[in-house]
């Protein structure tokens, strides 16, 4: 299991694994918007939680037909099925290692993304703890939706169809969680429900992507 | 000792029944020459065996962890270097070394190169190499000569009576002779599942529409 995370990883880092390319995106959504809204810092900071949630969710999206696909195509998950490995713990670290890859430099840029945002400053706290939450969910879920399209070409957007409604409730307490730690509000509700969220797909979804798989490979 | 029992089995491709009343055993220092045209479901058969889809009909009995499966595709990963790809295998299956299995594939020389500037037979010669690194006593094989030039088909014969001689087994399809004259051979023709109106089994295929 370690030797699968740790080539994941390696990967990931070599030329082509697209390493950082969620976290540039990340950027280029996050530089953008202030375009688009115009630069007045009020109307920016009050949409930054929500806009930096967006800009998560696409981020994580990106990666996420490559969890499964590559390993499809150059028959390395035939093999990894067949392996003394149970599929359930296979898929559980292809989702930890797209976190480590995309979730996490995410969680570590937020405080700079939010900057660009003008993210008020007693924010910036919430907004880290919130995405260090939330955004392993987000790629447990990936996981689900890339086991599903593992055999198609162009999955890519049936992918993004099928996964995005499934991140409603992870962006709406995320969002949530951010917002009210701003204006030093009661935080415990969001907080409890987005950790909850996550621990419950950390749960429940890796069986499912890995019986969706084991239809996949038939 | 019976490494694998197969009893009456038929196997689908696509919902649709391929082969059926299929029945073999596989004893442990035996190979067994899978045969056939293309299409009677060699590939099927095996994945079958292999357990990434299930029988239509009948039994496949075997010890538990004791199968490798090399497919068409050898499942490598073409920026790892021959020695990661061969070492991701090993800690999979939890063996050891990876040197013998270098040595025997004739890989040493090739084994700091990244899998991508290999030649398709020398990819498939490390294909063949995971199999050494199971340690698996059953191997399921499908078509591993492909690609491989006259010296390494040879080398590669070698290996798989070495893996017979300490006490494995073989199962393979095959269009070309390897040199394992003690193989037996098993024509799969004669199984090639019949039509339902003949009293064949129905697949899942016609179950949908009946």
């Known amino acids: 299991m370690i030797a699968l995370l740790l080539r994941d990883l390696r990967l990931a880092v070599r030329a082509g694994g697209g390493f950082g390319l969620g976290l540039a995106f990340f950027l280029i959504v996050v530089t953008l918007v202030p375009f688009g809204v115009g630069p007045e810092g009020q109307i920016l900071g009050r949409i930054a939680p929500g806009i930096l949630w967006l800009g998560a969710l696409l981020a994580c999206l990106l990666s996420l037909d490559r969890i499964f696909a590559l390993d499809f195509e150059d028959g390395s998950l035939d093999l990894l099925a067949t392996a003394p490995v149970p599929l359930e713990g296979v898929v559980t670290i292809k989702a930890l290692a797209h976190w480590i890859t995309t979730g996490l430099p995410l969680v570590v840029a937020a405080p700079v993304f939010g900057l660009l945002m003008h993210l008020e400053s007693t924010a910036y706290f919430w907004m880290i703890l919130a995405l260090a939450l939330g955004t392993p969910a987000l790629s447990v879920l990936g996981t689900f939706g890339a086991a599903l399209t593992v055999g198609l070409k162009r999955g890519g957007l049936l992918l993004s169809l099928l996964v995005l409604p499934l991140y409603v409730p992870t962006l709406i307490f995320g969002a949530e969680l951010v917002r009210r730690g701003a204006q030093n509000m009661d935080t415990n509700v969001p907080l409890l429900m987005l950790a909850g969220i996550t621990a419950a797909v950390i749960a429940v979804v890796p069986f499912a992507s890995a019986a969706a798989i084991r239809v996949n490979l038939r | ?210």
């Open chain 2, 1 to 210: 000792m019976e490494m694998l029992r197969v009893d009456n089995l038929a196997v689908t491709r696509g919902g649709l029944p391929v082969l059926e009343g299929l029945s073999f055993t596989l004893e442990a220092g035996h190979a067994l020459v899978l045969r056939g045209p293309n299409g009677i479901g060699k590939t099927t058969l095996l994945r079958t065996l292999a357990g990434l889809q299930p029988p239509l009909a009948g039994t496949i009995s075997m010890p538990p962890e004791t199968m490798a499966y090399a497919a068409h595709s050898d499942g490598l990963k073409s920026t790892l270097s021959v020695a990661e790809n061969l070492q991701f295998w090993a800690s999979v299956y939890g063996t050891g070394s990876i040197e013998p299995a270098l040595e025997r594939m004739n890989l040493r020389q090739l084994s700091e190169r990244a899998a991508m500037s290999l030649s398709a037979g020398q990819k498939r010669r490390l294909g063949l190499a995971r199999l050494l690194v199971t340690g698996r006593p059953v191997w399921v094989l499908d078509e591993p000569t492909v690609s491989l030039d006259a010296a390494s088909v040879v080398l590669f014969g070698e290996a798989v009576r070495a893996h017979l001689a300490a006490g494995g087994a073989a199962l393979m399809a095959t269009h070309i002779d390897l040199g394992l004259h003690e193989a037996r051979v098993l024509d799969l023709a004669p199984f090639k599942a019949r039509p339902p109106e003949e009293g064949g089994i129905k697949g899942s295929f016609d179950e949908a529409f009946a």
